[in-house]
């Protein structure tokens, strides 16, 4: 089930909804790469045309182009967030955009919308399954580093192993660090052992304004083990 991208997946499942940052980032880089045409449908039976012109996945904000129908333009900044959809490499995504406000891009003007935080992804000539939508899973781990251990927060998953880790506290870690054994505490499955390969390491403020420790990394693990914990983020819906 481990496909290299969104589409593949979706050759087997039909409809996912994408919670992944890391996916959801990729997906939108692609859409942009493409120049895809992205649409949506405003009051007044207003249809706002547009391409992706930038992603900018470490502040989370896209630009829009400016419509050619400057009505369009007019509802869409009037707008609270923008219902978006695109049909790119043989799938359908939807996503919502939140806040559009006009800026400058490269000397052209353009819309500026809070990057989405889910995506549904549907397979082309597919009617989309009125489904529940289960909510976000609190996905726990415990690190171990020589006889300390810690606790983090899994908030990423993505299909090639890539994630990120939120620990409430600063831990003395580095980039290249490999922590053996760590224990995913899975919310519906027995947990899940993984290795743990460090790549970057950040300070963070919390809402609270106390600080912590995001950590990019890649999860290791026999692929049914990895399996469990990208289906918490890239969920089937069937």
């Known amino acids: ?77 009037a707008a609270r967030s923008l219902t978006l959809k695109c049909n790119h490499r043989g799938a359908q995504f939807a996503f919502a955009c939140a806040n559009p406000r006009s800026v400058m891009h490269e000397n052209r003007p353009a819309i500026q919308v809070v990057s989405p935080t889910t995506l549904l992804a549907l397979q082309n000539r597919r009617t989309p399954q009125r489904v529940q939508v289960p909510a976000q899973a609190n996905v726990e781990c415990e690190l171990r580093m020589d006889v300390l251990t810690f606790k983090a927060k899994v908030i990423d998953v993505a299909l090639d192993g890539m994630g990120f880790l939120l620990c409430e506290d600063v ?31 950040n300070r963070v403020t919390l809402p609270d304004g106390k600080a912590a420790t995001r950590i990019g990394c890649r999860f290791v693990a026999p692929p049914a083990n990895l399996e469990e914990l990208i289906r918490l983020f890239i969920i089937d819906l069937q």
């Open 1 to 77: 089930m481990n496909s290299p991208d969104i589409t593949g997946r979706l050759a087997h499942t039909g409809q996912l909804l994408v919670r992944s940052g890391i996916e959801i980032d990729r997906i939108l880089g692609a859409i942009a790469q493409d120049g895809d045409t992205v649409s949506a449908s405003l009051p007044a039976k207003v249809l706002f045309l547009s391409r992706l012109v930038h992603v900018e996945p470490e502040k989370q904000y896209l630009l829009l182009s400016y419509s050619d129908h400057k009505p369009a333009n007019t509802a869409a900044l």
């Open 171 to 201: 831990i003395p870690l580095c980039a290249g660090t490999r922590l053996p054994g760590a224990r995913i505490r899975h919310p519906y499955h027995e947990p899940v052992p993984v290795d743990i390969e460090v790549r970057n390491v």
